[in-house]
């Protein structure tokens, strides 16, 4: 059995409401003021409108996809914020007191919507936006320890709840979701190396701290994701980042000895941190483009509460 | 006669007081900031008690050095010597304040010398960071301002101005004394002076900064106040003028950017909270990278934050340049001189600072230890 596994094809559904910076901050959604966060790069972000969920733009990321994996035989369903996990009404709960209504989970939905019979399912809750990596990681792992596995889908979905601030750690937030599909089959992208950091200790740290501690540790998890793979920075051709500030980039990009011109960020005004997707749109927004080759290697890196980080190396195939 | 010390108020200025008083029973006359009579009173309430059972060796004035006439009530009959401590020493301090305090306060003092009849010289307490950006050689000669290649923040600019006011007379017995970094008050690392030292290490054992501009390889020149104190005390009593001294160690025992980092950051792992949250060391950046990273925050971020991050801007620049103390007059002026280690005031230093939780707490001096 070959040690090789690929991130086949994905796909991405975001909020569709688009907002300004201006009318979010006029509708109270920001705490940080429009000529800052215009200064900082966010122009626009993405709501979803009144009644759609999280899982309805799960459903509609796994619909975006070319076709859809009939033959999944695991279903890694993350969300960033653990109260997009159960579609449950808490409502309901508090007049039943069953915890049933606690345990509506849309993994389960999704695999009966979509007829993946042979899909078992995992939910990933606790990863923050760094989720949709986690996913990527945990489905190679499984692809790697069980000979069953021939298919693994993986889906992040996540909305704010009404009346939430569209703002976490000095970035624009945008509803959104995205999935892929993770095999064994040679096409997409090769997964040269997985890494996570997790340093619960920082977990109520303030975001100030979050910010401030950004840069070090921002630097360790790329620097060692990229001695799992065993390559240098300047065997890297892209870095398909997180969306926060460019300025962020302009600094760690120097420090990483990296150009930054091989950062893609140009996702940054139009949509702001699509929570755990940032990465999946940066990376079609890269494919768009043209500019990824056959052979080029990828860095992918998240970084959210917990505190977690982590890294994804692809190679395009 | 009397020695006038002005800033007898501050940290180094009370540090020569009390060794002069206590060391030497020489009399003083303390001059210290105030604005008012009242805020006079008090202030001299407060220090009085430092030199109980030497009172008699101490008289009182008080005064602000951007007022026309600071020193118009010092019995100049008295004054013997003159040791200007008196200083704003922020490095964010604005120019226009550092201007008529620190240099239009020296020309002041360099007339109040003037009128003394009894003078036998008037010493300024400058800084080594006064030669601002000049990289290379730093000689204890004059600065001359066509040699500078400008300077980090205003506070620099201001030494340099201020032993341009000095030297502006010769027919004066001055003397200038170029103090280095002071970041302990001795060798047991107790910290009373808070500083941009102070400051940055503080950010980083928060977390509030992971980045820090400067070459790891350029050298810090640090000193304690005992030091400082002891030597400029010394250098009183060699009765030399027109001499201008580097108070601080030579290049042998500066010690490199890199290297303090990595003796606070194993300083700080002995500190369980901080252990626990595994921050990294930061990484470098050059300037441009930390200027981005001061101009990015400055519509985020607590007010604390951004204030802690001005007071780093306000000097990294320097962390970018390397010099070379020469300490020739001191060695000569000092017998006896050891270096202080400077790997073991900077871990000494961290240690009160964590255990102190930088300051909030009373740490006895001399508790350091291990």
Redesign the interface.
């Known amino acids: 059995m070959s040690n090789d596994v690929y991130l086949n094809r994905f796909a991405l559904a975001l909020g569709e409401g688009e907002c300004s910076v201006r009318t979010s901050w006029e509708a109270g959604r920001t705490r940080t003021d429009v000529e800052t966060f215009e200064s900082s790069g966010f122009s626009r972000h993405r709501m979803a409108a009144e009644g759609t969920t999280s899982y309805d733009l799960a459903y509609r990321a796994v619909q975006g996809l070319d076709e859809i994996p009939r033959d999944a035989t695991t279903l890694v369903y993350a969300t960033a914020l653990p109260l997009n996990a159960n579609m449950g009404d808490p409502g309901d709960f508090e007049q039943s007191r069953d915890i049933k209504d606690l345990s509506d989970f849309p993994a389960s939905r999704l695999q009966a919507e979509f007829d993946l019979d042979r899909a078992s399912v995992v939910g990933l809750t606790q990863q923050a936006c760094t989720a949709m990596l986690g996913a990527i990681r945990l489905a190679r792992a499984l692809l790697l320890a069980e000979p069953r596995q021939e298919s693994i889908l993986c889906v992040t979905a996540d909305r704010f709840p009404a009346g939430a601030l569209y703002e976490q750690a000095y970035s624009l937030v945008s509803d959104g979701a995205s999935a892929c599909v993770v095999s064994r089959f040679p096409a997409g992208y090769r997964i040269l190396a997985c890494h996570a950091i997790t340093i619960g200790a920082l977990a109520h740290a303030s975001e100030d701290e979050m910010a401030g501690s950004h840069f070090s540790f921002s630097h360790r998890i790329i620097t060692e994701t990229l001695e799992l793979a065993g390559l240098s920075i300047r065997e890297l051709d892209w870095i398909v980042p997180q969306n926060t500030t460019p300025r962020v980039w302009q600094i760690l990009a120097r420090a990483l000895g990296f150009p930054l011109d091989r950062v893609v960020r140009e996702t940054v005004a139009d949509v702001g941190h699509v929570i755990s997707s940032d990465n999946l749109v940066n990376l079609a927004a890269l494919e768009a483009s043209g500019r990824v080759r056959p052979g080029e290697r990828l860095l992918l890196f998240m970084a959210s509460f917990g505190m977690n980080w982590q890294g994804l190396v692809l190679e395009k195939v | 006669m009397r020695t006038l010390i002005t800033g007898a108020g501050g940290y180094l200025g009370g540090l020569i007081a009390r060794r002069l008083v206590h060391d030497l029973e020489q009399p003083v006359h303390l001059w210290i900031h105030a604005d008012s009579e009242e805020q006079a009173e008090v202030k001299i309430a407060r220090l009085r008690p430092e030199f109980a059972g030497r009172e008699e060796l101490v008289t009182w004035g008080w005064g602000a050095l951007e007022a026309d006439a600071p020193f118009g009530r010092v019995q100049v009959g008295d004054i013997g010597a003159i040791v200007h401590t008196a200083a704003i020493y922020r490095f964010n301090v604005t120019e226009d304040v550092a201007q008529r305090v620190n240099v239009e306060g020296t020309r002041k003092v360099m007339e109040l010398a003037a009128r003394c009849p009894g003078l036998d010289h008037v010493s300024l307490l400058s800084s080594f960071y006064a030669s601002g950006l000049r990289a290379g050689l730093i000689a204890e000669a004059p600065l001359e301002p066509g040699d500078c290649e400008g300077f980090t923040n205003p506070y620099e600019r201001s030494k340099a101005r201020s032993e341009d006011e000095v030297r502006a007379r010769p027919d004066l017995p001055w003397n200038i004394y170029r103090a280095g970094l002071v970041i302990a008050d001795d060798p047991g690392g107790h910290v009373t002076q808070f500083n941009a030292f102070h400051q940055t290490l503080r ?1 980083f054992h ?6 820090m501009p400067g070459d790891p390889a350029s050298r810090l020149y640090l000193v304690t106040g005992a030091f400082v104190a002891r030597a400029v005390v010394d250098l009183l009593r060699s009765r030399s003028t027109h001499r201008i001294v580097n108070v601080v160690h030579g290049p042998e025992h500066g010690i490199p950017l890199d290297a303090v980092l990595d003796l606070v950051y194993e300083t700080f792992l002995q500190d369980p909270d901080f252990r ?11 300037l ?3 200027d ?2 001061v ?2 925050l ?5 007010p ?2 951004r204030k802690a991050f001005d007071s780093v801007a306000s000097f990294a620049r320097q962390m970018f340049v390397h010099k070379v103390a020469v300490n020739a007059n001191l060695l000569a002026a000092l017998p006896g001189y050891e270096a202080e280690d400077q790997a073991e005031l900077v871990r000494r230093t961290c240690l009160y600072l964590v255990k102190s939780r930088f300051g909030r707490d009373e740490v006895a001096p001399g508790a350091i230890s291990g």
């Open positions: 950010l928060g977390g509030h900064l992971s980045v626990r949250r595994h921050l990294p060391r930061p990484i470098w950046t050059d441009e990278g930390f981005l990273l101009e990015g400055s519509g985020f971020g607590s604390l934050v």
